[in-house]
């Protein structure tokens, strides 16, 4: 495969060699270096081809993207975390939550990790201006996490389901990959994540935070945020199958009847408690025990 062959299969799949062939260089990482430069170029540029003339959607005009951002979690902040830990945390998830702009993607597309993911995150932001996808695979989404930094396409402004908050249900899940550590907060070995939260609930816990956040921003009263849990499980339709929907909904009607709602869906989405090591030992010494007497036991029955 040539060189320019080797660019159009990238521009079209996404997939590349990571040797680098058939770039030259005096040694496989050369190559591998030059692959990578050139094929970043030419995504660069084939992006900026196909979103020449398109314009950003109306809606974000004038609208400061990071304030934005925090203002959509901070009440989520508040309800979740001490306040001399706030500070920190919402520092964390204004650096975590990207979104993809005129202005800063080619740099997001250079500085990607791998050639792969900077694709996907072209096809996402050509997609947020209606731009034509870089191949017929091209993933149609409207954000995308890259370990602990989310990615949002600017078609997050033509939400139409009141009930539904991207920036928020992407925050959630900074919550359990994020170390404390990492932020400057004390740690210790059962407090390791900015919140423990059952593996198994940790879709649960963004969809019901996305929701609980909307139905706050939308209803003051209780009475009224009761009225749209309600007209939510009307027409609830969850995109990811490993949401028990029932569990979903009663863990939203628990928290708009308690003062903090918040600490409510944390509640049951957490992991289960840690088990010291003293408490280990004394099960691990009852099992053995245990297991003495059975055989004892049964040595009794054979004789």
């Known amino acids: 495969m040539t060189v320019a062959r080797a660019i159009q299969h990238y ?36 992006v900026a081809r196909r979103s020449r003339r398109r314009k950003i959607p109306g809606q974000v005009a004038g609208v400061e993207l990071e304030r934005l951002t925090l203002e959509k979690v901070e009440p989520m902040v508040s309800g979740l975390f001490p306040r001399r ?47 034509e996808l870089l191949g017929e695979d091209a993933p149609r989404i409207v954000g995308m996490s890259v370990e602990t930094t989310c990615y949002v396409s600017l078609s997050y ?14 925050a959630a899940h900074v919550f359990h990959d994020c170390k404390r550590e990492t932020l400057g907060l004390s740690s210790t ?47 609830s339709t969850l995109p990811d199958e490993a949401v028990p929907v029932d569990e979903y909904l009663d863990i939203l009607r628990e928290a708009v009847q308690a003062r903090n709602g918040w600490k409510r869906i944390l509640a049951r989405c957490a992991a289960p408690p840690s088990k010291s090591m003293a408490q280990r030992a004394r099960e691990a010494h009852a099992a053995r025990v245990e297991a003495v007497r059975a055989a004892w036991s049964e040595a009794g029955r054979s004789s």
């Open 189 to 235: 070995r059962t407090r390791e994540w900015l919140l423990s939260i059952d593996f198994r609930e940790r879709e649960t816990f963004a969809y019901a935070c996305e929701a609980y956040s909307r139905i706050c921003s939308l209803a003051r009263r209780p009475a009224d945020r009761r009225s749209l849990v309600e007209e939510h499980a009307a027409r």
């Open 11 to 46: 521009l079209r799949t996404g997939e590349s060699d990571m040797l680098g062939a058939p770039w030259p260089g005096r040694n496989t990482m050369e190559s591998a270096r030059r692959a990578d430069s050139a094929l970043r170029d030419a995504l660069v540029a084939e």
């Open 157 to 170: 402004f033509d939400e139409r389901d009141r009930f539904a908050d991207y920036v928020v249900h992407e």
């Open 85 to 131: 830990e706030q500070g920190p945390v919402l520092g964390a998830l204004g650096r975590s939550l990207v979104f993809l702009t005129p202005e800063n993607i080619a740099a997001v597309l250079r500085d990607a990790g791998f050639l792969h993911t900077a694709w996907a995150l072209a096809n996402l932001y050509l997609g947020s201006l209606g731009a």
